[in-house]
């Protein structure tokens, strides 16, 4: 699991299953970190039945974001912060990110790259979902600062930067689900989750 986060959280580009630790809906009273949580145990605990129980779970944008900015989820280096909100399919991920700290012990002279330097406020919007087993993610868009970086600069700081640590990231990326997760939808503000 920490590698699929790690590579979703490093690349600053959202996933799915940076939401898929835990599901079961926070009531209007309770402690969102404390039910993400309990759905985090109560995954772990279904996924090693034989027969996990299939009823779908959800797990809200606010317990999600709740327990990655807890400290239970290591960032990498350079990332200060990150929250996720859904949409049907959607996830985008509003980041804080020191590229210096991100970049060290890796050099360009590439006049492309610069722009990856310093601190900035980085929004990716990706499509996400898991099937069969799988998790997807498809980057639509990555903007530093509310400027879209092109497509080819991305892929670029992809290969230079973050594939020698990562070597799963992509802009079109897939991955094993954890804990006999078959399905993950991304909705409003939630993502659904089925084991079997």
């Known amino acids: 699991m920490s590698d699929a986060f790690r590579f ?55 317990e999600a974001n709740a327990y990655v900015s807890s400290g ?3 960032l990498p280096v ?6 996720f909100q859904g949409q049907p399919g959607v996830i985008t991920a509003n980041c804080r990110v020191d590229f210096d700290q991100l970049k060290v012990g890796a050099h360009s002279s590439n006049p492309l790259l610069s722009v990856f330097s310093g601190i900035h406020n980085v929004v990716v919007v990706a499509h996400a979902h898991g099937a069969g ?11 530093l600062d509310g400027i879209e970086v092109p497509r080819f600069v991305l892929e670029l700081f992809v290969e230079k930067y973050l594939q020698p640590k990562y070597p ?18 991304v909705g409003v503000h939630k993502l659904t989750v089925t084991q079997k």
Do not use: C, M, W
């Open 133 to 143: 087993g799988r998790g997807y993610v498809q980057v639509d868009s990555v903007s």
């Open 72 to 74: 239970h989820v290591k």
């Open 78 to 83: 350079g990332v200060q912060s990150v929250t």
């Open 8 to 62: 979703l959280l490093a690349f600053l580009l959202v996933l799915a299953f940076a939401l898929i630790p835990g599901t079961v809906a926070a009531g209007p009273n309770s402690n969102p970190l404390a039910s993400a949580e309990r759905q985090l145990a109560y995954l772990d605990s279904n996924g090693k039945l034989p027969q996990p129980n299939p009823a779908p779970t959800e797990l809200t944008e606010q």
């Open 168 to 185: 799963r990231v992509g802009l079109e990326s897939q991955f094993g689900l954890p804990d006999r997760v078959d399905a993950a939808v």
